[in-house]
């Protein structure tokens, strides 16, 4: 089983990398998965149904969210009619959508995807560490494959996630910060692990928005509007396999045995 995770998707550049890489990514290393996080995709803040629909025609099978999925208000309304897009599981329960989804990877293999966010320095939702082990009990005994994106702001609570779910999923990764960290392993019991997978955009402004207005707001403090920066565009991703002949964790689950991580630039 080999399973992509797309690292946030910002504005129409980050739409358009994935767009002309993802169909060959996929061919040429043997892809059965597809996942990415979108809540970033309409000009850099929240996602709408027709950007939705577009990324999920695009071999995305699950799209994953965070503290920017309700920027568009016309999602809440869509959110509940389209599983594959996912909020944090521990938003309030009364919130459009759901923060876990189950499928069936091309392989065959029956997956689930888990979707958090993190409390520190963010909305004090629930308690993602509480959260995931509800939803994790919810989870069937015939799903094989499970993937957690936390979404987060600070790497000790995505790291403590990491060693609190390994050995229980196959793998754990971080979003948000919009800046890849070089920390990707497998953890002992059999888990992946990534503190934060970086963009997919332009990385030529500030966590892909223009450098101008960002650093006009730091040196004034006024408000802004920002706009998605343009230049150097890249799809950061990582790539989760469990071999060619997988071993299970202790909850039954397939054990990854490594986690890449891929950058790709625009042509």
Do not use: C
């Not at 695009?58 to 920017?68: D, F, K, P, Q, R």
């Amino acid at each position: 089983m080999r399973a992509l995770f797309i690292g946030d998707i910002v504005g129409s550049p980050g739409r358009r990398i994935v767009e002309e890489r993802l169909r060959d990514l996929v061919q040429q290393r043997q892809i059965d998965l597809v996942i990415a996080n979108g809540e970033n995709s309409a000009s850099g803040f929240g996602i709408t149904p027709r950007i939705a629909e577009e990324l999920l025609d695009l071999g995305i099978e699950v799209l994953t969210g965070g503290n920017h999925s309700w920027d568009r208000k016309e999602i809440m309304e869509y959110m509940p009619h389209q599983p594959r897009l996912l909020r944090p599981a521990n938003f309030a329960d009364n919130t459009p959508g759901s923060g876990l989804y189950f499928g069936t990877a091309k392989s065959g293999v029956k997956f689930a995807v888990l979707n958090l966010q993190g409390r520190v320095f963010l909305a004090s939702n629930d308690d993602p560490f509480k959260k995931a082990d509800a939803e994790l009990a919810k989870i069937p005994p015939d799903i094989d494959f499970v993937l957690v994106d936390i979404h987060a702001e600070t790497t000790s609570e995505k790291i403590a996630l990491g060693w609190y779910l390994d050995g229980r999923v196959t793998a754990v990764v971080g979003t948000h910060t919009h800046v890849t960290t070089a920390d990707e392993h497998v953890l002992p019991n059999g888990t992946a692990y990534i503190t934060d997978v970086g963009m997919s955009g332009p990385h030529d402004g500030v966590i892909g928005m223009d450098r101008e207005g960002i650093i006009k707001k730091f040196l004034d403090g006024l408000p802004a509007r920002f706009e998605v920066a343009t230049g150097d565009v890249q799809m950061n991703a990582v790539l989760i396999d469990t071999g060619d002949d997988p071993s299970r964790n202790q909850a039954g689950r397939l054990r990854a045995r490594s986690i890449e991580r891929l950058r790709l630039r625009a042509d």
